[in-house]
């Protein structure tokens, strides 16, 4: 088992930057996959960004070139830093497990259920 918590959210101002957190309670070994997935108020869950375990990154196109996934392993910490920050990123943003995972030639999956362990989830709120 592996428990996940999320960190960092905030209020920030369009344009504005976060870093979110997520450490988890233990090292994970072998194939996997970390992601990070947002939900918006009467909207459905979407993924924002995924690293599997050879670095190779997945990232949703309204996120490109502004936010950027990485994980350390040593720490067991995957981050999202986010910058260029828009009101339609507000959301609650949870990351997310596959493990075992498996290594995609598409690369990290973006879509929710391959993913078995999920955090509680940090809000983050964009003003105008």
């Known amino acids: 088992q592996v428990q996940l918590v999320e960190s960092g959210g905030g209020s920030v101002q369009a344009g504005g930057s976060l870093r979110l957190s997520c450490t988890a309670s233990r090292r994970i070994r072998g194939d996997y996959e970390l992601a990070w997935f947002r939900q918006a108020p009467g909207r459905e869950r979407e993924g924002v960004a995924a690293?599997?375990?050879?670095?190779?990154?997945s990232y949703a196109d309204s996120v490109k070139g502004r936010f950027t996934i990485s994980e350390d392993n040593v720490k067991k910490v995957l981050y999202l830093q986010m910058t260029g920050l828009k009101p339609e990123d507000t959301a609650t943003y949870y990351c997310a497990l596959d493990w075992p995972g498996y290594f995609s030639d598409a690369g990290p999956p973006l879509t929710p259920g391959p993913y078995n362990y999920w955090g509680q989830g940090t809000r983050v709120t964009v003003s105008s």
């Open positions: 690293i599997d375990g050879e670095g190779t990154t």
